[in-house]
């Protein structure tokens, strides 16, 4: 079984910054396939970065440019720097990770969720 403890989240104001922290433990980290999402209240959950285990990344679309992700295998952690917030950031941010089991299957697991908010 994978742990996920997340931090760093908190208030921010607009154009300010924070770094959400993930560290993993339970399994080979190296392997997994590592992100972040993000649930707003009345939206559906919905991908913010995630950085393959040979470090390719990909990003939502609102917060290419913004936000940076990146991961540490040695301390089995993921990060989110995250730039020039906009109120629109404001969520749970949620650890994620993948393991492949297949050609389209994975394992998954989640965080907790840490909150984010941006206010204007």
């Known amino acids: 079984q994978v742990q996920l403890v997340e931090s760093g989240g908190g208030l921010v104001q607009a154009g300010g910054s924070l770094r959400l922290s993930c560290v993993a433990s339970?399994?080979?980290?190296?392997?997994?396939?590592g992100g972040w999402y993000r649930q707003a209240v009345g939206k559906q959950r919905e991908l913010v970065a995630d950085?393959?285990?040979?470090?390719?990344?990909t990003y939502g679309d609102s917060v290419k440019g913004r936000f940076i992700i990146s991961r540490d295998n040695a301390e089995n952690a993921v990060y989110l720097q995250m730039n020039n917030l906009e109120p629109e950031d404001t969520a749970v941010y949620y650890c994620?990770?993948?393991?492949?089991?297949?050609?389209?299957?994975?394992?998954?697991?989640w965080g907790q969720g840490t909150q984010v908010t941006v206010s204007s």
């Open positions: 950085m393959s285990s040979r470090g390719i990344t």
């Open positions: 339970g399994r080979t980290f190296s392997s997994s396939r």
């Open positions: 994620n990770l993948k393991y492949p089991t297949g050609w389209t299957t994975s394992d998954v697991f």
